[in-house]
C-alpha cells in the first residue's frame, strides 16, 4: 500500500467521484476538500476517505488542508 496521500476537489462531482475510487484501488489515502461535507456521505467510498470541509476557491483554506499530500503518478 502507498503511504502517499492525494487530495481531491471536487470529489461529489462526476469527475471526481470516478478519481477517488480508483486512488483508493492504487493505494493511496485520500482526503476530500468538500464545500459541504454531508453531501460525500451518499457516495460508495465515504467511508475510506478523509472529508474535510473548505471551498477550492480559497487558497489559504487548499494550503491549510494539503499537508502531506502528493500528486499521483500513473
Do not use: F
Request: glycine share 10%.
Amino acid at each position: 500500500m502507498s503511504a502517499h496521500t492525494a487530495l481531491v476537489t471536487g470529489a461529489t462531482g462526476y469527475i471526481g467521484g470516478l478519481l477517488v475510487p480508483r486512488l483508493l484501488e492504487a493505494g493511496y489515502r485520500v482526503r476530500v476538500l468538500a464545500r459541504r461535507p454531508d453531501a460525500v456521505a451518499a457516495k460508495p467510498w465515504a467511508g475510506q476517505v478523509e472529508v474535510v470541509s473548505g471551498d477550492a476557491h480559497d487558497l489559504s483554506v487548499l494550503e491549510a488542508r494539503s499537508a502531506a499530500w502528493s500528486w499521483p503518478t500513473s
